[in-house]
């Protein structure tokens, strides 16, 4: 091999006002977002399987036994929902902060990629919903100037949160332009 030989760069260096190639975000979110998700599901579970037995009560059994077909058949699927679901969530949704932008990554059918440069900022809030309080969650919303709507990272740790929230309001601040 020739001593005079370079390594080549595995990534294209940073250069003034010229994106970096894309990538996923580094940031996972809090693993404890999984009982989160689950918790939603099962939540979800009970609202769907509460009017079905209250049915099979009204009707008796012989004309609504179709009913109890209906309720398994709702209790498999959001059970396997909530199993199977959470820990691909998990695997997917991903954020970062950069002095340029807000980078998202979520879905799971529909997988959603988000970048808000910083200068188009214009809120920073949190959000921390009676099961993210529950589990120490929150959810931070980044509002842009886009007809798109909203950067939403959720499932942080509150604590995460409250930072994250901290940090992105000093960069925007520190950032040149209108948000408009």
Known sequence: MDSGATAVPTTRPAVPGV???????AHQVSPVAVRWW??????????????????????GFPAASWLIGAAAATAVLVGAWAVLVPRLLFRIHRWEVTDEAVYTLSGWLVREWR???ISRV????????PLQQLLGLATVTVTTASARGPVKIS??????ATELART?????????????
């Not at 689950?38 to 009707?59: E, G, N, S, T």
């Open 19 to 25: 994106p970096p190639p894309l990538r996923p975000p």
């Open 38 to 59: 689950r918790l939603r599901a099962l939540l979800l579970l009970a609202v769907l399987l509460v009017p079905q037995v209250v049915a099979m009560i009204a009707f």
């Open 115 to 117: 970048i808000a440069p």
């Open 122 to 129: 214009q809120t920073v809030d949190t959000a921390h919903g």
């Open 155 to 160: 499932g942080l740790a509150a604590d995460d």
């Open 168 to 180: 992105l309001t000093e960069t925007t601040q520190a950032t040149p332009g209108d948000a408009t």
